[in-house]
């Protein structure tokens, strides 16, 4: 068997990919990001912190004798060492930054980063020019065409104090790199909102009404007026799957076609929906009754191909589908299969699995199909929206502001990562497992974070940790990156109220906190067992021996480390049924790494949880399913 890392040391390598290392970073210069939190009343019992949509950012502080709201508000305390900065002798300097932009962008961001800076606008760099030209640059503006490695943190020597992406995407900047030199990256998420919806609406529209067919066969000598017959919009049901920014944008222009629109977003605020005249429904019921179908959900490994040749065939026949998000969330082999069978009579695609897409795809030149190639931010307001965006998060970063773009975390003491390490992760997992048990339209709205603690109120910092169990709650199903610095604007972006309670315990001071407890309210469950006594999602976890583990799922105690993925099993209370399970796992060749059998009274009810390496497939989670004993049970990637 391979040796593995002790769980403290792949604890704190996980936590160091999300904050930066202090290690990393060039001493000669001050940190350009180095923040505090508000001190809390040391007599308070209970600390409530929560963000909600109607709360101001950063949300106020009060306080009581018995209760204290606590906002941990993040405040820049030292400035960057830009326009007006002091040397190691107290002199001022006056220098300007040096802003490198190595893609094209609009003139209006150009002339806010020119009265700002220096600004060289080098376009086609090669990697190697770009590492040579960097080591004299303090900020770094991209497009989705330059790559920016490890290499080109390590040739700017500590001086490249932030990376700009003009766009959404940073897949081509390497994160883990720049948080370890100390850089902040930062993109431009919504400058495009508004003309990827509208183009969303004319893929829908023209798709609909046969245009970009009918114009083809015009121009090659064709007058087909009866094979190119439309359909109408008006009262025909548009289900718009993902319903953030964009996806509310192409609602409310559907509406005004009169459509009948529904959404599926498990984060979208069940009242912001209905404001606009939105149903809010699971996904199996958008899918099932929608006479079109418009994609706005985000690229995770949650959504990675979730339109496949099960989801098609729970459509109904005929349905049309616009595409105007990430390729990847569709199986286009299987979207080939729907076409050729008829459960799709129509698809409108902006984007692809590989773009361009081979010359020679099914799928592009299949004849009921419209195809753009990725126009959706493609207008002359939003390529100028996105460069004053990218200019203002540029110039304020270098200021030393907090921006709510961010996509990486600031510095954090070594000595706070050494000890948090290991309950980060443990906040994160519980995060995910959480969101996981959530089924049905209605949308997550509110989240309750537990912490048992023997601490004094004001000696531990749970920012980290409230921002670890949003990540863990948010990222599964969003493309958003949650860390330190945007974890309570992003939660406040997505309706999501998060508050805080700590309940003192007699124990040892020594370890920061006992357990984390994460509770859900006003939401189904997938796992009905998982419901504690007031009806909400609440599953509770703590550190031994530095290795997160699961201790309570809604009444039920259980005790499995959390590692590889979970399943749990509520099953009547009796002999063997370990072993039943155990087998047709075993026949499926899953290796079970751990069992833990949890139950509230002797012979009645009890919860199985069972670590496995692998993924069960359908056929052996429907034969778990199909032991008498067993009344329910879920997976649960970790």
């Excluded at 089924?439 to 000696?459: E, L, M």
Aim: glycine letters at 8%; proline letters at 5%.
């Amino acid at each position: 068997m391979a040796s593995t890392p002790s769980p403290h040391t792949a604890a704190t390598a996980h936590l160091n990919s999300l904050l930066s290392s202090s290690s990393s970073v060039n001493h000669n210069k001050p940190s350009n990001l180095s923040f505090l939190h508000a001190s809390s009343n040391p007599s308070s019992i209970k600390l409530l912190h929560s963000v909600s949509a109607s709360s101001s950012f950063p949300p106020s502080i009060s306080s009581s004798s018995s209760t204290t709201s606590i906002c941990n508000v993040l405040k820049t305390v030292e400035s960057a060492d830009i326009s007006l900065s002091r040397d190691l002798h107290g002199v001022v300097s006056t220098s300007k930054p040096t802003i490198l932009v190595s893609e094209k962008l609009g003139e209006a961001g150009l002339d806010l980063l020119r009265s700002f800076g220096n600004v060289d606008c080098s376009y086609d760099l090669s990697p190697q020019d770009l590492c040579t030209k960097i080591s004299l640059c303090d900020a770094l503006i991209v497009r989705s065409g330059t790559k920016v490695t490890r290499e080109v943190f390590e040739a700017a020597q500590g001086r490249l104090k932030v990376v700009g992406r003009a766009g959404v995407g940073i897949d081509n900047v390497d994160l883990q790199a720049a948080t370890e030199f100390g850089c902040l990256v930062v993109n431009a998420p919504t400058a495009n909102t508004i003309a990827a919806a509208e183009h969303g609406i004319a893929l829908l529209t023209s798709m609909a009404r046969n245009v970009a067919q009918s114009d083809a066969s015009m121009k090659a000598g064709k007058w087909l007026r009866s094979k190119y017959v439309g359909v109408s919009l008006v009262g025909k049901t548009l289900a718009i799957m993902g319903f953030g920014k964009v996806g509310s944008e192409v609602a409310r222009r559907a509406k005004g076609l009169g459509m009948h629109v529904i959404a599926h977003d498990p984060y979208a605020p069940a009242d912001r929906a209905r404001a606009i005249g939105v149903d809010l429904v699971s996904f199996e019921q958008a899918i099932s009754t929608a006479d079109f179908i418009s994609l706005h959900m985000p690229l995770t490994p949650a959504t990675n191909k979730v339109f496949n040749d099960d989801t098609f065939a729970k459509m109904k026949k005929g349905v049309r589908l616009i595409n105007v998000a990430r390729g990847g969330v569709i199986d286009e082999d299987a979207l080939v299969r729907a076409l050729d069978s008829g459960i799709v009579a129509q698809a409108a695609l902006d984007v692809f699995t590989v773009e361009p897409p081979p010359k020679d795809s099914k799928l592009v030149q299949h004849e009921n199909v419209t195809v753009t190639p990725h126009l959706g931010a493609s207008t002359k307001e939003a390529q100028e929206g996105v460069a004053i965006e990218i200019a203002e998060a540029v110039v304020g970063a270098l200021n030393g502001e907090l921006s709510a773009t961010a996509v990486n975390a600031p510095m954090v003491p070594p000595e706070v990562l050494s000890e948090l390490a290991p309950y980060v992760v443990l906040a994160e997992k519980l995060g995910r497992l959480a969101v996981q048990l959530v089924t049905g339209g209605s949308g997550i709205q509110s989240v309750k974070v537990v912490y048992k603690s023997a601490r004094d109120p004001d000696s531990l910092d749970t920012r980290l940790l409230r921002a670890m169990v949003t990540k863990g709650i948010i990222e599964p199903i969003s493309d958003t990156i949650i860390n330190l610095v945007n974890a309570d604007f992003s939660a406040k972006q997505k309706g999501l109220r998060i508050s805080e309670e700590r309940i003192i315990v007699d124990s040892s001071p020594e370890y920061p906190v006992e357990s984390i407890q994460v509770q859900i309210s006003n939401v189904q469950s997938r796992f009905a067992s998982a419901l504690s006594e007031n009806g909400n999602i609440s599953i509770e976890g703590k550190v031994k021996y530095g290795v997160p583990h699961l201790t309570r799922v809604g009444p039920f105690s259980v005790d499995v480390s959390l590692e590889g993925n979970l399943i749990l099993c509520k099953q009547v209370d009796q002999p063997g049924m370990i072993g039943k399970v155990g087998n047709i796992l075993g026949e499926s060749n899953v290796n079970v790494s751990f069992m833990s059998v949890g139950r509230t009274v002797k012979g009645k009810q009890a919860i199985m949880a069972i670590g496995v390496d692998e993924e069960p497939d359908k056929d052996t989670q429907k034969k778990i399913g199909e032991v008498s004993a067993v009344e329910e049970f879920v997976f649960l990637k970790l």
